[in-house]
């Protein structure tokens, strides 16, 4: 019965990124209706429940700083009168530069989202281009000062590594930039070429190269001593920010925490349960197609506390795990994993501090072999 996490996929943009592989369009004839159909979800989700308790929302895409301040306004109404919002602590709008005013950030903020997320990316115009992303860097540093002046406090920003031609150097810079704006939360993303997209054409094609691993390496160690030097302490793998300015609702994800996700392609989880919705936006509309849905059972439920927890700085109780283990009469493979998170400490990978395990600096960089003993 603890409170919900609300996400809502708008899945709208002006053009569509080079690496993007998500569920977006460009095709804003359809945004009247999405909007229409996401207000019919969030009024029976919120009957279907029993008008739950909501403690963060958030407002992803694709691109939301899209939506008139007119649909904002009534995707906020359904929001508050469909759910109870009496413990939010946090409201989250992703936004990209170039495609958003003062004027509009005042209305998002009056209407009462109080924390927005920057596409940046990228501090050099011609790696923008490359991305295909539709701002320059001078609109970005803009876009986070309009964003200051419209009273959002809480500000966040994404920066990408990795990207073919980008001086790895060049993104301490860029983050040295962003922190020097006053921003209170800063993203740090490796380019994710796993799924067919523009950019990934170009590098199979070898017109295009990646940087190396040891250079994305060595970027992402400098910045785990960089960015708290200038004030910003890492919580998560990826993820940076200022004393009590880090992302309430992304860490739901990571402490296995329920949310509902609706619009094309969300995800959510609720209990043992965890389903998606359909991908295609126009049957999503239509209310055709199956939700993609998954109940996991009791190993698969205690994986996913070490998967996702040792992600977060902090890492796992890992004495509550072993708890929860015997409960689930799974004491033996919660015993297997600790026999391996403890040899990995003398490896330099993992540190224990009684009963709680975290990742080193080290195994943060190879999180993705390491976690995936529990995959």
């Not at 940087?211 to 400098?222: H, K, Q, T, W, Y």
């Not at 501090?353 to 975290?358: L, M, P, T």
């Not at 072999?369 to 995959?375: D, R």
Request: aromatic share 6%.
């Amino acid at each position: 019965m603890q409170p919900l996490g609300l996400y809502l996929h708008v899945p709208f943009c002006v053009d569509r990124c080079t690496y993007c592989s998500f569920v977006t369009t460009r095709d804003r004839s359809l945004q009247s209706d999405t909007i229409q159909r996401l207000i019919a979800e969030i009024t029976e989700w919120g009957w279907a429940l029993d008008r739950p308790a909501v403690d963060t929302l958030y407002l992803g895409g694709g691109t939301p700083s899209l939506l008139s301040a007119t649909e904002l306004q009534a995707l906020t109404t359904a929001i508050r009168s469909a759910f109870d919002l009496s413990p939010l602590v946090e409201a989250t709008l992703e936004a990209n530069p170039g495609t958003v005013d003062l004027a509009w950030l005042q209305q998002a903020r009056n209407l009462g989202w109080d924390r927005i997320s920057l596409g940046v990316q990228a501090l050099d115009d011609d790696l923008l281009a490359r991305l295909g992303r539709i701002h320059g860097s001078a609109q970005a540093l803009e876009s986070l000062e309009l964003a200051r002046q419209a009273g959002f406090h809480r500000r966040s920003a994404d920066l990408m590594v990795g990207i073919p031609g980008q001086s790895l150097a060049k993104v301490i810079e860029d983050a040295r930039t962003l922190t020097a704006t006053g921003m209170e939360h800063l993203s740090i993303y490796l380019l994710d070429l796993d799924k067919a997209s523009p950019l990934r054409a170009e590098i199979d094609a070898g017109r295009l190269t990646l940087p190396g691993e040891d250079e994305v390496a060595d970027v992402f160690e400098a910045l785990q001593t960089e960015l708290p030097a200038l004030g910003l302490a890492a919580y998560e793998i990826s993820n940076f920010a200022r004393t009590k300015a880090e992302s309430i609702h992304n860490s739901r994800y990571w402490e296995r925490r329920p949310y509902l996700g609706l619009g094309p392609s969300a995800a959510s989880q609720l209990g043992d349960c965890r389903w998606t919705e359909p991908g295609v936006i126009q049957a999503w509309i239509a209310r055709r197609g199956d939700l993609d849905f998954t109940e996991l059972d009791a190993a698969e439920l205690l994986a996913e506390i070490p998967l996702l927890g040792l992600r977060m700085h902090r890492g796992v109780d890992w004495q509550a795990l072993r708890d929860l283990a015997r409960e689930l009469d799974l004491r033996p493979l919660c015993d297997a994993w600790e026999v391996r998170l403890r040899d990995l400490a003398s490896e330099g990978l993992t540190v224990w501090a009684d009963d709680q395990v975290r990742l080193s600096a080290r195994g943060m960089l190879m999180s993705n072999a390491i976690l995936g003993m529990f995959v």
